[in-house]
């Protein structure tokens, strides 16, 4: 039989979401509902010390005391904080070797597209992944290869375990529990996530990389990382994450501390496809996740995304430059189709002499969709020589979409040079028509030029990535013009 | 809320006052507003910036003053002038011989039309917007122009504000109606006299009809010791062109809401805007051009030089709405800071929910150019002299934009008076 017309459409409905699926694995979940009482069996399931327990209690008290923030540029229905599970591990043996790994298991990684198999890594580049189902990590690679230069990489709780007095130091330091709404649900809740250490002077010969899944229902995902590169170390760390298809809203809200000292540099990307929701907005993950960095001097903090996916995305990665000549970069591309919103941006706060920091952002936003980009500039007084450059462009795909851009510019300091500029426009007619002349078709020349109008961010992204990311940039405005 | 007047004085307003072209329905629910409203701290999104303390915290009356000698404050020689002091009209120095075609009026007069009642308090939003609905239960007088179809004013009309006294309050409201294909040129100056902590919190409102072209100058040089709220809430018919140009140049406080709407197709719009602040002076200059309708056209500039201790902050916010296809938006926002203790803050946005637009805007904040100022003073120029050049050719960017010599000329003066271009 051959290909019809039907198959085509099939396929094209299939792709809109490749990774709606469900992994039927046992998993071990606690009962719904947020209380001391559920904090104190996280902690417990988890094995912790008391500091840890005391941390997150304190936590909670603070975050009963918050309100949920308004401010942002998106209308959601608030989650039912007492209607999520907090906990939800998948049931497992400790895995000796890959091959004790339940074939389930790693059907699921396959269709993912991770490989976790070190002997059967691609030639060149190497990637060291931690995979974090639901509430916990599942399995890291390349563990011992990494720990021979002294580079920790491991799963959150292996690091509250093996490496209590680096996590004690760290942790809290760039994001305080107070610092946002859900910061302190998270440093509440927090399951697992990833820990990593780069020692003085090494220069990490790999991509570390966390997966991060969510696949149960009902469940919220609440991860912490914690990046921590010595003087004069550098490291380049991918996050991923996906979602199977459902109809309710799932909660992710994650933090993100980078530490980058004396003349380290960390370079972090992201590329975010979580479930969007359906055609109708039905659906889909809302992303609250709270990303920053600390540079100290000389150091260089970069930041990647792209962000295609999640019903409701709230993400600022920030950079404080708090030491003299460090430097903070953001690059993002956010795409929004039907009916997602989107409200990103960065934050670079300068403190130190010389500091310099550059913010490229590209919305794409297509469908019913909202992208906002909010940025925050902010010179202090010391800041003598601060350099800021902003470029924020956006493009609009429908007439029914929106893109909003709320920059916040701040200086305290007569040596600093800022600027910042935005665009919004279409794409031109003109550029289309040039495409079609040439034989290509109309949808296309739109991915071509978006993955143009794109590509200052995606030069950024490590080789991998970058092919993914335009892969998912093509699905993510299938269909989004009319 | 009351508080910032006496009580006696409120009873004065509202039996001694006036009803006139201000309904009494609008003034009661600003009342209303009043009794539950509190004073926005920094917390509030459009105040993020602005702290209201040095208002907030004192009692101001209402006074009603004299001023002798008005010539230092007339900004054109040829043109009508109406002088209100502290907030009421004082006819006796005011012009006399008005043009025809113009209808110009005080809005406490009964001479009011129906489409003049209609007019005031249309697009004022009193909710959550304490300054407006303190201007609309306590207005005494202020003036009403209207510039009657047709006709083409070849005289400039000023509108000379000038506050006196210590504490005063001027609650001033203003209502400038350019009818269908009428063109004018309105001067609004703002000066003070022998005032020390005084609060000028203005309103215009402006409706700009079909094909009329409607140029406003404002100038603000009240003493740096007063505080300023002013407000200029602009409604725009098809094929119309507004331009405003907002000069700064004294004043402790100042906060000038411009609110634009333009609801016709074919519109032009240009808001130009400058500030040079010294001392410990704050302005905060919150713009807002929303384009309702499609085909429109809309052109943002201001400029600032911040200095000593003073804050600059600008807030300009251009919002598409759906359906309003093919505007072209620009916004631009450049600001030189000349010491380490001043601060600016900006916040150029752009909300845009129509896919066929051109929409920009750009802010930058450094410092004079020191190989520039090396290569000046290398041509014979002192360090002094070569630094005044450079800030005004960057000044004078904004100061160009106003078409009418005279005004150029005084805001020129001005400059001198205030800064001797010593910046």
Known sequence: MSYTENDLAEDLQNQEYKYGFVSNLESEKIPKGLSEDIIRLISAKKEEPQWLLDYRLKAYAIWLEMTEPEWAHVQYAKPDFQDIIYYSAVKQKKYESWDDVEPEM??????????????????????????????????TSFKSKLSELGIIFCSFSEGVKNHPELIKKYMGSVVPTTDNFYAALNSAVFTDGSFCYIPKGVRCPMELSTYFRINEQGTGQFERTLVVADQGSYVSYLEGCTAPMRDENQLH????????????EIKYSTVQNWYPGDKDGKGGIFNFVTKRGICEKNAKISWTQVETGSAVTWKYPSCILKGDNSVGEFYSVAVTNHHQQADTGTKMIHLGKNTKSTIISKGVSGGKSNNSYRGLVQIHKGATNARNFSQCDSLLMSDECGAHTFPYIECKNSSAKIEHEATTSKIGEDQIFYCQQRGISSEKAISLIVNGYCKEVLNQLPMEFAVEAQKLLAISLDNSVG | MSELLNSTEIDLINTNGYTGVLAAEQKQKAS?????????TTRTEAWKYTRLGKISNKKFSIQKGSVSDISEYVISKDAYTIVLINGIIDTSLSSTDLPEGVICSSIKDTISTEKLNSL???NL?????????????????????????????????????ILTGEHTISNVRNLIVSEKNSQAHIIQGFFSENATESFTNSVTEIFVEENAHLTLDKIQFEDDSCYQVSTEQVEQAKNSTFTINTITLNGALVRNNLNIKVIGQNCCTNLNGAYLLKGNQHVDNHTMVDHIAAHCESHELYKGVVNDKSTAVFNGKVFVRKDAQKINAFQSNANVLLSDDATINSKPELEIYADDVKCSHGSTTGQLDEEA????????LSEKSARKLMISAFIDDVINKIENKEVKTFVFGLLQKRFDWEI
């Open chain 2, 120 to 122: 005031v308090g249309k």
């Open chain 1, 106 to 139: 790693k059907e699921t990684m396959k269709k993912l597209g991770i490989s976790m198999d070190e002997q059967k890594v691609l030639t060149g580049t190497n990637v060291a992944v931690d995979f974090v189902m639901d509430s916990v990590s599942v399995a």
């Open chain 2, 32 to 40: 209303k507003i009043l009794e539950t409203i509190q004073f926005p």
């Open chain 2, 373 to 380: 100022v090396f290569y000046l003073r290398a041509r014979g």
């Open chain 2, 125 to 161: 939003k009193l909710e959550n917007e304490i300054f407006h609905s303190l201007n609309t239960q306590n207005a005494l007088d202020g003036s009403i122009l209207l510039i009657k179809e047709k006709t083409i004013l070849e005289k400039s009309i000023q509108l000379i504000h």
């Open chain 1, 253 to 264: 809200a994650a933090v993100v501390e980078l530490i980058a000292m004396d003349d380290a």
